[in-house]
């Protein structure tokens, strides 16, 4: 089964979806052997420690999403690759267009237009200056940048067809609000909000 396009073959997606897999991966195995190192977090961060640590941040979250999607589209590609059942790959096809256009793109494309302006107004506010010793700068581009080119760069690459658009609305205020629960949930029963 090809990509629904006949600009790229599948095997071009496939090395596409594979390094920025292995991008993800690394980037958060490195990362956690950062922070186990870094008690300054707990300083500068208050309430880091506490309830779900750094998976109670929106990048985060969408650092795991995004390490799905691409290391599912890359499962995808393979069994595209290697003549699996039609039926087969047209489920997890239409799983992962699911999965890109309702939560994958929108929350990255957000996590970049809100996270720039806010650090370049005012970085400590969102990324404290005593982190850089810990987590350099590419960690940082990485993780608030290059979400959001790499999920451009896909769109562009591979085919995506759109859910219907109530759908869409329902799966994206699904995602809000339940961070905002988890958000609230914390503040109420942590003491401390996420988001100072």
């Known amino acids: 089964m090809a990509l629904r ?4 073959p599948v ?15 690394v980037m958060r195995y490195q ?10 977090v707990n300083k500068t961060f208050p309430g880091y420690d506490k ?14 999403i995004q390490l799905f999607f691409f290391s599912f589209a890359a499962v995808v590609d393979v069994a595209s690759m ?9 489920s997890m096809r239409n799983l992962l267009d699911g999965i890109f256009t309702t939560v994958a793109f929108p929350l990255a494309e957000f996590i970049v ?12 506010l969102i990324f404290p200056s005593v982190l850089d010793e810990y987590l350099p700068a590419f960690v940082n581009y990485v993780d608030h940048l290059g979400i959001g ?18 759908t869409a609305l329902a799966v994206i205020a ?23």
């Open 5 to 8: 396009t006949s600009a790229w």
């Open 11 to 25: 095997w071009v997606a496939f090395v596409w979806h594979l390094s920025i897999a292995l991008v993800y991966g």
């Open 31 to 40: 990362e956690q052997q950062r922070i186990n190192k870094l008690a300054l």
């Open 51 to 64: 309830m779900g640590e750094r998976y109670k941040y929106l990048t985060q979250i969408n650092l795991f």
């Open 82 to 90: 290697l003549r699996a059942p039609r039926n087969a790959v047209a």
């Open 113 to 124: 237009c809100i996270f720039w302006p806010i650090y370049i107004y005012d970085r400590e």
């Open 149 to 166: 080119v790499f999920v451009f760069i896909e769109m562009l690459l591979v085919y995506h067809e759109y859910p219907l658009k109530r």
């Open 174 to 196: 699904l995602f809000s609000v339940t961070y905002m629960a988890i958000v609230f949930y914390i503040a109420h029963y942590g003491g401390f909000w996420v988001y100072p």
